[in-house]
């Protein structure tokens, strides 16, 4: 393994990352792949960059962090909301058999699909929409992950997760994001709050109130 690969996995765990299938996974993918080429030097660093579009392929410990708060077992289907560049998506398929992923910007959804089956990730399905509603064809889900700030856990995705699910996000706004775990129980959801994060806004429907 690169040394700077394990470098960042050291740094990983020294930042209470504990899911040893989470750190393999991190392990894995070759991040260089999916930022600018500019970049790639960089790839490794424990650090947030831009990868065009206003977006960013999240810090590796977020990326960690939101994963390992899934508590995934190897047998899920999951979502994500959010494609990108496909980094977590992919982090995601060395975990769980079926991903399922929904990107708005329709360039980067393209992107990202052909990069993900360059690179071998044939459990990934990713398509271009609105992730506001989540991908109904393709529910129930035993896990669904965010990866863009919203003011509000969005309904539509918890009817799509499976009871004792688990539903990962950053709420809040541009002033306050934390990242919370909401689990249905019941019919109900039972939230927690973990750690302060930044994320770039949700785009959509989510802007409109009664969506």
């Not at 690169?2 to 989470?22: K, N, Q």
């Not at 939230?191 to 009664?210: D, L």
Request: proline share 6%; net charge neutral; with cysteine.
């Amino acid at each position: 393994m690169p040394a700077a690969r394990r470098r960042l996995l050291a740094e990983l765990r020294d930042e209470g990352i504990r899911d040893d299938r989470v750190l393999n996974a991190i392990a894995r993918v070759p991040r260089e792949e999916f930022v600018r080429p500019q970049d790639a030097a960089h790839a490794y660093r424990n650090e947030a960059l831009p990868i065009g579009g206003g977006q960013t392929i999240s810090q590796p410990y977020v990326v960690a962090f939101m994963t390992q708060l899934l508590q995934l077992r190897g047998d899920e289907r999951v979502l994500e909301i959010g494609t990108g560049s496909g980094y977590q998506a992919a982090v995601l398929a060395e975990l769980a058999p079926q991903v399922c992923s929904i990107e708005i910007d329709p360039g980067l959804a393209l992107t990202a699909r052909d990069r993900l089956g360059r690179l071998g990730y044939t459990n990934v399905k990713v398509r271009a929409g609105d992730g506001w509603y989540g991908w109904e064809e393709e529910a129930p889900f035993d896990a669904i992950i965010i990866t863009a700030a919203a003011p509000r856990i969005p309904e539509r995705l918890v009817a799509q997760l499976k009871s004792g699910g688990r539903l990962v996000m950053p709420l809040g706004g541009a002033g306050s994001q934390h990242l919370v775990r909401a689990r249905k129980q019941g019919g109900e959801l039972k939230v927690e709050s973990f750690t302060e994060v930044v994320f770039v806004p949700m785009t959509g429907a989510v802007r409109t109130p009664t969506q």
